[in-house]
């Protein structure tokens, strides 16, 4: 059964540093009441908001700023489709994004998500939580139906900044695109002597730039290579 509360984070604004976000439960029908909190580790801090005059510097000297609100979802964390996907994961009936496949693929190291004591690529530390009961901060997409969220902590760690700042897959560099028969040679070399690239399509999604590349080697198997936006081989991997 799903489970959701709405959570209000507020962390202390420190340029740079990471702060440690005290988070409140409000009840549904009594938005005054405070329950016990929790806290989040790792939740970085948007810049503290400018006092308009020196009175209201005075009534906010501890000088935080509270972000949009998450909402708590529970439940068995789930790899949906027939396994191919990275990105299909599900909690209690609800899709739940933690990013682009072509980033999940790349196998980014983030935190330790799934409490070994072992900081791994994330879809390690995805599967290693897979088929447990999660708690999952999220924001719903905008639809009615509430069967789609973007997580923003995985089991109170944080996994994205709740600000409106970059997600961790966006492409903060600014770099020059590469061509498609220069993306085309460097997968069809990252595979092998006799490979060839049948396919190149170039992959933004949700802030993620780079391309996706089909390559099969001189025995016929297929393989998937991903490549930055300049070019540059990032992953390879054969397909089923």
């Given at each position: 059964?799903?489970?959701?509360?709405?959570?209000?984070?507020?962390?202390?604004?420190?340029?740079?540093?990471?702060?440690?976000?005290?988070?409140?439960?409000?009840?549904?029908?009594?938005?005054?009441?405070?329950?016990?909190?929790?806290?989040?580790?790792?939740?970085?801090?948007?810049?503290?908001?400018?006092?308009?005059?020196?009175?209201?510097?005075?009534?906010?000297?501890?000088?935080?700023?509270?972000?949009?609100?998450?909402?708590?979802?529970?439940?068995?964390?789930?790899?949906?489709?027939?396994?191919?996907?990275?990105?299909?994961?599900?909690?209690?009936g609800v899709e739940v994004d933690f990013g682009p496949e072509e980033w999940?693929?790349?196998?980014?190291?983030?935190?330790?998500?799934?409490?070994?004591?072992?900081?791994?690529?994330?879809?390690?530390?995805?599967?290693g939580l897979e088929g447990t009961e999660v708690t999952l901060g999220v924001?719903?997409?905008?639809?009615?139906?509430?069967?789609?969220?973007?997580?923003?902590?995985?089991?109170?760690?944080?996994?994205?900044?709740?600000?409106?700042?970059?997600?961790?897959?966006?492409?903060?560099?600014?770099?020059?695109?590469?061509?498609?028969?220069?993306?085309?040679?460097?997968?069809?070399?990252?595979?092998?002597?006799?490979?060839?690239?049948?396919?190149?399509?170039?992959?933004?999604?949700?802030?993620?730039?780079?391309?996706?590349?089909?390559?099969?080697?001189?025995?016929?198997?297929?393989?998937?290579?991903?490549?930055?936006?300049?070019?540059?081989?990032?992953?390879?991997?054969?397909?089923?």
């Amino acid at each position: 059964m799903q489970r959701t509360t709405l959570v209000i984070i507020s962390s202390t604004a420190a340029a740079g540093l990471l702060a440690v976000g005290t988070v409140g439960y409000l009840v549904a029908n009594d938005p005054e009441q405070q329950v016990d909190s929790i806290r989040l580790t790792g939740v970085t801090s948007g810049a503290a908001p400018q006092a308009d005059s020196a009175d209201t510097a005075e009534q906010n000297p501890s000088s935080t700023q509270s972000v949009d609100g998450l909402e708590q979802l529970v439940g068995e964390l789930r790899a949906d489709g027939d396994g191919d996907d990275a990105d299909d994961w599900s909690v209690s009936g609800v899709e739940v994004d933690f990013g682009p496949e072509e980033w999940l693929l790349t196998q980014p190291e983030l935190e330790d998500f799934d409490g070994n004591g072992t900081v791994e690529p994330l879809l390690d530390e995805l599967r290693g939580l897979e088929g447990t009961e999660v708690t999952l901060g999220v924001r719903y997409e905008a639809d009615e139906d509430r069967d789609d969220a973007d997580v923003y902590t995985v089991n109170g760690v944080a996994f994205r900044d709740t600000d409106d700042g970059p997600a961790p897959w966006q492409n903060t560099d600014e770099q020059a695109a590469a061509d498609r028969d220069t993306v085309s040679t460097n997968a069809a070399e990252a595979v092998g002597e006799g490979a060839r690239t049948v396919e190149v399509e170039r992959q933004d999604e949700d802030g993620w730039d780079g391309w996706d590349a089909e390559v099969v080697d001189a025995g016929g198997q297929e393989y998937e290579v991903i490549l930055d936006v300049a070019g540059e081989v990032v992953d390879v991997r054969a397909e089923d």
